[in-house]
């Protein structure tokens, strides 16, 4: 299967995306985001630097970005596909993405835009709840994503929790952030021809379906 980039506004939908397409398809999920949630929980030095930068809702340094990428795609797995959430963020990094795939045998593939307006994101954002336990994203003011039962996870039971970074306040910043340095990537892409915007705000079944005929083309 081809990589798949996936380019969104915080919000927009790319975990969501990420899920749904991995419940039917064997890619591996590579979330920068998570990467990094996942080294803050190690509750080291580092994790403490890069908890900052994401609460206030900042780029971490992108140095600590490369290094935890570059370890993932040396993982066997990702030679089936993967999709790639949460970079690259500004073309700096999308540059130092083409070396990274050059030394690790792997391919560009697609782009997936998920367009949506602001207004859509902050729903979403101050209405998203994820599972502790299984990751599944849910959100109060979803019909479809609603959870059945407050603070329960729909597919496993498991509890669920909002992000740190979730916030009015903190979601400013990060909005401003992709509006000056990551929307740049999609002409960035376009010239490269290897771009498709899908309109997010049509809901998640739409979203999956039009990304699955991209997949399948
Ligand atoms: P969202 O897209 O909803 O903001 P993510 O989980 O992708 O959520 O990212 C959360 C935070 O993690 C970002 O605000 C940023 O601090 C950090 N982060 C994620 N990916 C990158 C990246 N590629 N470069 C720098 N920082 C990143």
Redesign the pocket.
Known sequence: MKNLILIAA??AG?GTLSNDLLEKYDYVHI????L?REQVAKGDDLGKKIHE??VA????P?EI?YEALEKKLSDKACDNGYIL?????NIE?AEEYEKILERSGRELGTVIVLDIPKEDLIKRITGRFTCKDCGEIHNIYSEELKPVKEGVCNKCGGELTQRK?DNLESFEV?YQTYLESTEPLIDYYKAKGVLHVIDSSQGHDYTLEQAEKLISN
């Open positions: 915080p919000g790319k979330s920068t985001g998570d990094l930068f994401q809702g900042k780029l971490v992108s970005v959430d949460g970079f690259p963020r990094q970074d990060r």
